[in-house]
């Protein structure tokens, strides 16, 4: 059974940091594009990072979120830095099943495209 474990959310301050995990059993990520989303209240889910044969950011969070993984681990990360308010969701990670390279669509990577989505961490980011 493929699961995805999303941890490492909490709350910051603006400006503040934080890193989040995505621990993935039952697959090897490396075989995948493995994206990173997210969904606030009220909102649609948005696309924000992925990492796969290449890497893609959106704009919001280009300059201050980095993308990466340990393969040994089968863990992707994301660090995010000068946090805001307005990144305040929560935050999924999930395999694209059709490519392994990063596609996105205005802004936002194709959630239809992605499968084992996982429970969720919740960043709150306050003012």
């Known amino acids: 059974e493929v699961q995805f474990v999303e941890s490492g959310g909490g709350l910051v301050q603006a400006g503040g940091s934080l890193r989040l995990s995505c621990v993935a059993s039952?697959?090897?990520?490396?075989?995948?594009?493995i994206g990173w989303f997210r969904q606030a209240p009220g909102k649609e889910r948005e696309g924000i990072s992925c990492?796969?044969?290449?890497?893609y950011y959106t704009d919001s969070v280009k300059g201050r979120f980095t993308i990466s993984t340990d393969n040994a681990k089968n863990t992707v990360y994301l660090q995010m830095s000068s946090l805001k308010p307005e990144d305040t969701a929560v935050y999924y990670c999930?395999?694209?099943?059709?490519?392994?390279?990063?596609?996105?669509?205005?802004?936002?990577?194709?959630?239809?495209?992605?499968?084992?989505w996982g429970h969720g961490t919740q960043v709150t980011v306050s003012s």
């Open positions: 999930a395999a694209n099943l059709m490519r392994k390279m990063c596609t996105a669509v205005g802004g936002s990577l194709k959630v239809y495209e992605h499968a084992y």
């Open positions: 990492i796969g044969s290449n890497t």
């Open positions: 039952g697959l090897t990520l490396d075989d995948y594009a």
